[in-house]
């Protein structure tokens, strides 16, 4: 059943150990760095309980992530909950329940990409039995899949188990980059980048709760804590979803947490061969896409309180923008309507393949052009602010802020807010980690750049061109028709 917001933040305060600054953070929903990061979460939670919302959100009681969608109408439906969760953030918070929530579907679709002929281990009920704990609980499930540079024997630094005991595993080594795995029930632990295939020592996957001891988290700096309030930076201070290295300390891992053990094969598998990271990006695409709709409404916003809303290379640049947000909503309709049915499957289908691939590439390139398009639309202003609203409220210097910051027809707070806002999103450095997370948040380009290889249309390409060959040989040197 779903939880509320208050349920979600009670789980929270569980003695999960998170580090930040030389600090062992007692409890992250109450202190500075990640209280209102911890808060913007439970409000989503809390969406579920809006009556207008909880048929779009909700299937039989639980998120629409975890139903194994089964056609391209259950594709359509996922993809109206994803956006409902997304726009509560603006697009700024990537790491939502429904995005792992989406993964764990996509591993019950196929719990037989869990065993390989690599190893005796069997994942596939483990994956069924992690999937319907996260629905039944609607838990938040961080993930780390990226291991630390690191050698080999003593100098190790990647997850490997160092024990095996009665019940389970003793797992020890570092994984990055933990995004909202402080704010997370659980957090999963794999490798997206295929291993060698003699390398059964680092191929494994679990899934333990955060408060698992042994299990810390190095926070990343706080933008949250240094932000100086809501007005001056509207979403650092409130959706600074946070970025954690976890290290395991000899964790002990029970079997039916273990999800794949000593097989590089299904370790990789449960990746590429079930639905999961189609599905992943399914719910990311979406939220990109929601991402763009946000920013292009504030670079119309920028332009109309500069007055030059009317300017031609203006509109241009604003009608450039809008092509970037139908560019990134195409990806999203397409990836449905070239839906599959998923091979060996329990019956479900996935998003299409090459469109979804093809996203990571579009959207990795396209954020960062997006950015400095706008950046380009609002000039020095986004610069020339005042340190904080305190400057307006102050009885002295407010009536001249007041006066020399207002445009005709805007008040100096109301366009104030507005820059500010954009600066948050365009140049602070919460905005500079959020072009670093679409390029990487979900595994580096020569990653998804080689599924591509794989799932885009090579032999069609390849045709064409050879037909073009194929119309002419050397005995038409000397012809031009
Ligand atoms: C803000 C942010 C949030 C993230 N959140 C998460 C998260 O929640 N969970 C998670 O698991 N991961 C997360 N990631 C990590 C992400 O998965 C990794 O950054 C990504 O997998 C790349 O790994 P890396 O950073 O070690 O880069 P590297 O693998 O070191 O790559 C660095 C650069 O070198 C290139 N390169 C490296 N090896 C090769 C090669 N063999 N061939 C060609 N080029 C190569 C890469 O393409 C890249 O451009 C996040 C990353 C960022 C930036």
Redesign the pocket.
């Known amino acids: 059943m779903t939880r509320s917001g208050q349920e979600y933040l009670a789980a929270l305060r569980d003695g999960r150990e998170v580090w930040l600054d030389g600090e062992r953070v007692r409890d992250v929903t109450a202190h500075p760095a990640f209280r209102s990061a911890a808060a913007s979460f439970a409000r989503l939670y809390e969406l579920a309980a809006d009556p207008a919302l909880r048929p779009v959100l909700t299937q039989g009681g639980v998120h629409r992530a975890y139903a194994v969608p089964r056609s391209y109408e259950d594709l359509v439906a996922r993809r109206h909950a994803y956006k409902a969760g997304a726009e509560a953030g603006f697009g700024f918070l990537?790491?939502t329940p429904d995005y792992m929530a989406s993964g764990a579907a996509g591993f019950a679709a196929l719990p037989g990409a869990f065993a390989a002929e690599d190893s005796d281990f069997d994942g596939g009920e483990h994956a069924l039995a992690f999937h319907r704990r996260l629905a039944e609980g609607d838990l938040h499930c961080?993930?780390?899949?990226?291991?630390p540079?690191s050698g080999t024997g003593e100098d190790d630094l990647r997850i490997r188990a160092v024990q095996e005991r009665d019940g389970g595993i003793v797992v020890r080594g570092a994984?990055?980059?933990?995004?909202?795995?402080v704010f997370a029930d659980e957090i999963l632990v794999g490798t997206?980048?295929p291993l060698a295939a003699d390398d059964a020592e680092h191929a494994l996957s679990f899934a333990v709760p955060v408060d698992t001891p042994g299990l810390k988290l190095i926070s990343r700096s706080s933008y949250e804590q240094r932000a100086r309030s809501v007005y001056d930076q509207p979403l650092s201070s409130r959706y600074d979803e946070n970025?954690a290295l976890l290290v395991c300390e000899d964790v002990f891992v029970p079997w039916e947490r273990v999800l794949t053990y000593r097989s590089p094969a299904a370790t990789a598998a449960m990746w590429w061969r079930t639905p999961a990271y189609l599905h992943l990006t399914h719910q990311s695409a979406t939220r990109f896409w929601t991402k763009l709709e946000f920013l292009t409404g504030l670079a119309i916003l920028v332009a109309r309180s500069h007055g030059t809303e009317q300017v031609p290379a203006v509109t241009q640049a604003i009608g450039r923008l809008l092509g970037a947000v139908a560019q990134a909503k195409a990806f999203v309709l397409a990836a449905e309507a070239s839906w599959e049915e998923v091979d060996g499957g329990r019956g479900g289908v996935r998003p299409g393949q090459e469109i979804s691939f093809a996203q990571r590439i579009m959207a990795g390139e396209l954020y960062p052009r997006v950015v400095q398009d706008i950046k380009l639309l609002a000039g020095g202003a986004l610069i020339q602010l005042p340190a904080s609203g305190r400057d307006l409220l102050h009885p002295e210097l407010g009536p001249l802020v007041h006066q020399y910051f207002r445009t005709p027809g805007e008040p100096a707070e109301d366009r104030i807010k507005l820059l500010k806002l954009a600066w948050d999103a365009l140049g602070s450095e919460f905005a500079g980690?959020?072009e670093?997370?679409e390029?990487?948040?979900?595994?580096?380009?020569?990653?998804y750049l080689t599924m591509q290889t794989r799932a885009g249309a090579a032999d069609a390409c390849e045709a064409l061109a050879r037909a073009c060959l194929d119309g002419y040989d050397l005995g038409t040197t000397g012809r031009t028709g």
């Open positions: 990537g790491r961080a993930f780390t899949l990226t291991d540079p994984k990055s980059v933990g995004t909202g795995a997206i980048e970025d980690r959020h670093q997370y390029r990487f948040y979900q595994g580096a380009p020569h990653v």
